[in-house]
């Protein structure tokens, strides 16, 4: 059995910063990429950015130069801290990974159960 859980999410003014954190549990073997999504009502789930296990890392242009992934190969763990945020960062964020786990050694999607983020004054 694999969980991510996300954490760090909730209420900011405009102009202000969060981290969220997701943390893999389970019979993990490795993990390849790890991602964040995000979902605002009303909206389809949107890719928010994506880290590979080198560190190589790709965002949404709507975060770029405001938000940053990051990971921890050893702990397994991954991050996004989220600055200058705006109303229209509200959503839901989610936790996504590619896991292969020590059973079946072939990669599986993982996600998260989500952790809400408002941006409101």
């Known amino acids: 059995q694999v969980q991510l859980v996300e954490s760090g999410g909730g209420l900011v003014q405009p102009g202000g910063s969060l981290r969220l954190s997701c943390a893999p549990s389970?019979?993990?073997?490795?993990?390849?990429?790890m991602a964040w999504y995000r979902q605002a009502p009303g909206n389809q789930r949107e890719l928010v950015a994506t880290?590979?296990?080198?560190?190589?890392?790709k965002y949404a242009d709507s975060v770029k130069g405001r938000f940053t992934i990051s990971r921890d190969n050893a702990k397994s763990t991954a991050a996004l801290q989220m600055n200058s945020l705006k109303p229209e960062d509200t959503a839901v964020y989610y936790c996504?990974?590619?896991?292969?786990?020590?059973?079946?050694?072939?990669?599986?999607?993982?996600w998260g159960q989500g952790t809400q983020v408002t941006v409101s004054s």
């Open positions: 996504n990974a590619v896991i292969l786990t020590l059973s079946s050694r072939v990669p599986y999607v993982y």
């Open positions: 880290i590979n296990r080198l560190g190589y890392t």
């Open positions: 389970g019979s993990i073997f490795s993990i390849n990429d």
